[in-house]
Nanobody, 121 residues
Framework: QVQLVESGGGLVQSGGSLSVSCAAS????????MGWYRQTPGKQRELVAT???????NYANSVKGRFAISRDNDKRTVYLQMNSLKPEDTAVYYC???????????????WGQGTQVTVSS
C-alpha cells in the first residue's frame, strides 16, 4: 500500500515560520512530481508548490518569495519551508505526488491526509 505521510504544521503567529514534510512509503517504482496543495472551508483545493524529480519548481504567486519547496529523492520526501506567514495562509495543507507502483503502471495522483497550518494575526 502506498501512502503519503505528512508531518509538521501547527500554529504560528503572523510573520513567523513553519515547515511541513511528507514522506512516500510503500512499494513505489517511480515518483515524478511531489508538492503541496492547500484548502480552506468552502474553497477549492489550490496549488501551493510542486517540484519534479529533476528539481524544477513551481509556486503559486501568493507564496513566491516566502515559501520554499525541496525534495530528497532517496528519502522519497518533500519539504515545504514557509516563511513570513500570513493569516491568509491558514489552511489544511495536503501533500501530493504523481507516482507509479510498478514499471508497467501509469503515473497516478496520490494525496496525503492533510495537516493543519494556522497563522494567527
Amino acid at each position: 500500500q502506498v501512502q503519503l505521510v505528512e508531518s509538521g504544521g501547527g500554529l504560528v503567529q503572523s510573520g513567523g515560520s513553519l515547515s511541513v514534510s511528507c514522506a512516500a512509503s510503500g512499494s513505489i517504482f517511480s515518483i515524478r512530481t511531489m508538492g503541496w496543495y492547500r484548502q480552506t472551508p468552502g474553497k477549492q483545493r489550490e496549488l501551493v508548490a510542486t517540484i519534479d524529480s529533476g528539481g524544477s519548481t513551481n509556486y503559486a504567486n501568493s507564496v513566491k518569495g516566502r515559501f520554499a519547496i525541496s525534495r530528497d529523492n532517496d528519502k522519497r520526501t518533500v519539504y515545504l519551508q514557509m516563511n513570513s506567514l500570513k493569516p491568509e495562509d491558514t489552511a489544511v495543507y495536503y501533500c501530493y505526488a504523481v507516482m507509479k507502483r510498478r514499471v508497467t503502471d501509469i503515473f497516478s495522483d496520490y494525496w496525503g491526509q492533510g495537516t493543519q497550518v494556522t497563522v494567527s494575526s
